[in-house]
């Protein structure tokens, strides 16, 4: 991340509102060159609206949107309508013509912008071989999978050489490998031609595999902003932790549905961990420097963005005090965070 | 005359008569309505090019025309039709009121084909950055060509329908002759054998409607 350089995109306080209710309510980020944004919400969080804003298919009430320092809003219509051939965008219902075969759909935005018939398809050829779909070039869209019209959607994007791609909850239609496999492509197109991404999507799970930063979107407000890292290992607002729970390690129900406060065998106790700490073998140490032997009850470690990030639920016997007492310190302090959650 | 002799002496002219006032009236219909019917999906809220002072003096004009019942209508009108077409009776001059009722009737066919086509791809190519007509030249009237093409073949249906009833204020074509052998003089074989033609009429235009439709409907 190059974050000397001006951001290609910023955002300053934009407002939009939908009869007298904020739907977008001062909102501001920046993003930089190659980046991947993703911003992530509940439904209505107003995501939707906010990255719609961006290229102007939702006008904006207040606030200024700058794309590579030059003020949208001041711009005439024409010079306008060049930057939005700058911003490619992909959607969850993929938008094709059906009147069109996949070609011609790929082609569209190059035959808007007025280039020449052997350019058109030379050019269309070539982003449908990237997006690997270069045999269906005659096939008209109803004949595609959910997952190839994704693919002819991604081509479409890219005709008009975009410097950004926004994505509109774009692998929501489609099935977990069918996500994966344009996820893949996503990352691919993203290195070889040196894009930048802004995905919206409701899915933590999106944004694990993919983004590079993260912006939490409630209400039309940003809840919490930081590197995908940073929040996924320390979720600080209690909407970001709910929307990451669909990825985390949870207590089974069973063990849940015994645990107590005060006393019992075994004491439960949530371990996060990340870093350098993760790669060691934690608690084989454990058991060298307290003697005492912990059991991963759930969890595991996970690499987002080249960093290991670990969560367990770890069970450790109480019967001594002392002993548990001395093993959790341990714990505490070669940890992000220890807790004892009760004990069974 | 033996009902042989009518119907082979009549009928050929008949059949060519309701034939050429259906056409040119399909004609004026396409012509006329179907821009009509882009300028009312365009001007309607929402839409590229709202505007209500157009919108709603157009929309009042042609929901007017459609209101009049078509006998009614081309009494109605027949002042105009003198001027226009030179006399008030004949083919030419059931052309002009068949358009007249027909124009609005698939301006709103026309209309309705528009606003099916989906908002979403007209964002996508706004996104694109296409101008407005590019996006009705590229999206609205592409997308909406077999609707359309569907709500023709209605159309002409309905003025074949309508020409039939012309024949009793002083068209030709299969119609009068239905009214002057079938209703006026009660010959039921003359009037079967022309029920029959016009069954087989609507029916060729149905098939032939739907034949183009789905040479140009890629969306199933």
Same mark, same amino acid.
């Given at each position: 991340m190059k974050h000397f350089d001006k951001p290609l995109l910023e955002l300053k306080n934009i407002q939009r509102l939908f009869s007298k209710t904020a739907v977008i309510d001062g909102v501001s980020f920046s993003v930089h060159r190659e980046e991947v944004l993703g911003i992530i919400g509940r439904s209505g969080a107003g995501k939707s609206t906010l990255i719609r804003c961006i290229n102007g298919l939702e006008c904006i009430d207040s606030g200024q949107i700058f794309f590579e320092t030059q003020n949208i809003a001041q711009l005439n219509d024409n010079d306008r309508r060049l930057i939005r051939r700058r911003i490619g965008m992909i959607f969850q219902n993929f938008n094709l013509l059906s009147s069109r075969r996949i070609i011609d759909n790929v082609a569209l935005p190059l035959k808007l912008s007025g280039a020449s018939k052997a350019n058109r398809r030379r050019r269309a050829l070539d982003l449908l071989d990237i997006v690997s779909l270069a045999d269906k070039a005659a096939h008209y869209p109803v004949q595609l999978s959910g997952?190839?019209?994704?693919?002819?959607?991604?081509?479409?994007?890219?005709?008009?050489?975009? +410097?950004?791609?926004? +994505? /509109?909850?774009?692998? +929501?239609?489609?099935?977990?490998?069918?996500?994966?496999?344009?996820?893949?492509?996503?990352?691919?197109? !993203?290195?070889?031609? #040196?894009?930048?991404?802004?995905?919206?999507?409701?899915?933590?799970?999106?944004?694990?595999?993919?983004?590079?930063?993260?912006?939490?979107? /409630?209400?039309?407000?940003?809840?919490?902003?930081?590197?995908?890292?940073?929040?996924?290992?320390?979720?600080?607002?209690?909407?970001?932790?709910?929307?990451?729970?669909?990825?985390?390690?949870?207590?089974?129900?069973?063990?849940?549905?015994?645990?107590?406060?005060?006393?019992?065998?075994?004491?439960?106790?949530?371990?996060?961990?990340?870093?350098?700490?993760?790669?060691?073998?934690?608690?084989? !140490?454990?058991?060298?420097?307290? #003697?005492?032997?912990?059991?991963?009850?759930? #969890?595991?470690?996970?690499?987002?963005?080249?960093?290991?990030? &670990?969560?367990?639920?770890?069970?450790? !016997?109480?019967? /001594?005090?002392?002993?548990?007492?001395?093993?959790?310190?341990?714990?505490?302090?070669? +940890?992000?965070?220890?807790?004892?959650? &009760?004990?069974? | 005359m033996s009902n042989l002799e009518i119907l082979f002496s009549l009928v050929p002219r008949a059949v060519l008569d309701t034939c050429w006032m259906s056409a040119a009236s399909s004609f004026f219909a396409l012509f006329f309505g179907l821009p009509i019917g882009l300028l009312l999906y365009t001007t309607s809220s929402g839409n590229l090019f709202e505007n209500a002072w157009i919108n709603r003096p157009v929309s009042a004009i042609v929901d007017s025309i459609r209101a009049i019942p078509f006998i009614i209508l081309a009494a109605s009108i027949m002042p105009i039709t003198r001027i226009v077409v030179g006399k008030a009776v004949g083919n030419e001059a059931m052309i002009f009121i068949l358009s007249i009722s027909a124009i609005p009737f698939y301006a709103r066919m026309a209309e309705l084909s528009f606003r099916n086509v989906e908002k979403d791809l007209i964002d996508t190519v706004y996104s694109m950055g296409a101008t407005r007509f590019q996006t009705i030249l590229e999206v609205a009237l592409p997308e909406a060509l077999p609707s359309l093409i569907t709500g023709f073949t209605v159309a002409i249906i309905a003025i074949v329908a309508a020409s039939a009833t012309a024949g009793f204020i002083g068209a030709g074509g299969l119609g009068q002759l239905a009214i002057s052998y079938g209703y006026q003089r009660y010959n039921p074989t003359v009037m079967t054998s022309i029920i029959f033609i016009l069954i087989v009429l609507n029916v060729l235009i149905q098939w032939l409607g739907d034949r183009i439709t789905r040479k140009f409907n890629h969306s199933r």
């Amino acid at each position: 991340m190059k974050h000397f350089d001006k951001p290609l995109l910023e955002l300053k306080n934009i407002q939009r509102l939908f009869s007298k209710t904020a739907v977008i309510d001062g909102v501001s980020f920046s993003v930089h060159r190659e980046e991947v944004l993703g911003i992530i919400g509940r439904s209505g969080a107003g995501k939707s609206t906010l990255i719609r804003c961006i290229n102007g298919l939702e006008c904006i009430d207040s606030g200024q949107i700058f794309f590579e320092t030059q003020n949208i809003a001041q711009l005439n219509d024409n010079d306008r309508r060049l930057i939005r051939r700058r911003i490619g965008m992909i959607f969850q219902n993929f938008n094709l013509l059906s009147s069109r075969r996949i070609i011609d759909n790929v082609a569209l935005p190059l035959k808007l912008s007025g280039a020449s018939k052997a350019n058109r398809r030379r050019r269309a050829l070539d982003l449908l071989d990237i997006v690997s779909l270069a045999d269906k070039a005659a096939h008209y869209p109803v004949q595609l999978s959910g997952g190839q019209k994704q693919r002819v959607c991604i081509a479409r994007a890219l005709a008009t050489n975009p +410097s950004v791609l926004l +994505s /509109d909850e774009a692998t +929501s239609a489609l099935d977990p490998e069918t996500t994966q496999s344009i996820l893949e492509l996503l990352t691919k197109i !993203k290195s070889h031609m #040196g894009l930048t991404i802004i995905l919206i999507t409701h899915e933590m799970e999106i944004i694990r595999s993919i983004a590079t930063r993260l912006i939490v979107l /409630d209400q039309g407000r940003i809840l919490e902003e930081g590197s995908v890292r940073d929040v996924f290992a320390q979720p600080k607002n209690e909407t970001t932790k709910s929307l990451l729970q669909v990825i985390l390690p949870t207590l089974p129900s069973t063990i849940a549905a015994k645990l107590n406060f005060i006393d019992g065998q075994d004491a439960i106790i949530e371990f996060h961990i990340s870093g350098l700490e993760a790669h060691e073998p934690f608690l084989n !140490k454990l058991e060298a420097e307290t #003697g005492m032997v912990a059991r991963i009850i759930q #969890g595991g470690i996970e690499y987002i963005q080249n960093e290991a990030i &670990g969560r367990f639920f770890l069970a450790i !016997k109480a019967t /001594d005090k002392q002993k548990l007492e001395k093993a959790y310190a341990w714990l505490a302090q070669h +940890s992000d965070k220890s807790e004892i959650v &009760g004990y069974v | 005359m033996s009902n042989l002799e009518i119907l082979f002496s009549l009928v050929p002219r008949a059949v060519l008569d309701t034939c050429w006032m259906s056409a040119a009236s399909s004609f004026f219909a396409l012509f006329f309505g179907l821009p009509i019917g882009l300028l009312l999906y365009t001007t309607s809220s929402g839409n590229l090019f709202e505007n209500a002072w157009i919108n709603r003096p157009v929309s009042a004009i042609v929901d007017s025309i459609r209101a009049i019942p078509f006998i009614i209508l081309a009494a109605s009108i027949m002042p105009i039709t003198r001027i226009v077409v030179g006399k008030a009776v004949g083919n030419e001059a059931m052309i002009f009121i068949l358009s007249i009722s027909a124009i609005p009737f698939y301006a709103r066919m026309a209309e309705l084909s528009f606003r099916n086509v989906e908002k979403d791809l007209i964002d996508t190519v706004y996104s694109m950055g296409a101008t407005r007509f590019q996006t009705i030249l590229e999206v609205a009237l592409p997308e909406a060509l077999p609707s359309l093409i569907t709500g023709f073949t209605v159309a002409i249906i309905a003025i074949v329908a309508a020409s039939a009833t012309a024949g009793f204020i002083g068209a030709g074509g299969l119609g009068q002759l239905a009214i002057s052998y079938g209703y006026q003089r009660y010959n039921p074989t003359v009037m079967t054998s022309i029920i029959f033609i016009l069954i087989v009429l609507n029916v060729l235009i149905q098939w032939l409607g739907d034949r183009i439709t789905r040479k140009f409907n890629h969306s199933r």
